[in-house]
């Protein structure tokens, strides 16, 4: 069975940081790439960032020079540093695992960044 799991989210002050965790289980975690998307209530997913099987990394330019993307492939987890967070990061923040053939998502964990 397939599971990815969420974790870490929560509220924060601007200026502040949290580090999401992507616990996964079910599947070969090291043939896949993660992802984080966000979604912000009444809007589409919108995709953050994502680190390769091989550990090619991408941002979205809003995130780029705040946020880090990393993996442990021994534990099958993948992990978001957000750091100096603003008001406009507030979403729910979703995991993702991909290769060609199909891909996986967990349940969210919700962020909120206010003062």
């Known amino acids: 069975q397939v599971r990815l799991v969420e974790s870490g989210g929560g509220s924060v002050q601007p200026g502040g940081s949290l580090r999401l965790s992507c616990r996964t289980s079910g599947f070969r975690f090291g043939d896949y790439a993660m992802s984080w998307y966000r979604q912000i209530s009444g809007k589409e997913r919108e995709f953050v960032a994502t680190i390769g099987s091989y550990g090619t990394i991408n941002y979205d330019p809003s995130v780029r020079d705040r946020f880090t993307i990393s993996r442990d492939n021994a534990k099958a987890t993948a992990y978001l540093q957000m750091n100096s967070l603003k008001v406009e990061d507030t979403a729910v923040y979703y995991c993702?695992?991909?290769?060609?053939?199909?891909?996986?998502w967990g349940q969210g964990t919700e962020v909120t960044v206010s003062s």
């Open positions: 993702k695992a991909y290769r060609p053939r199909d891909e996986y």
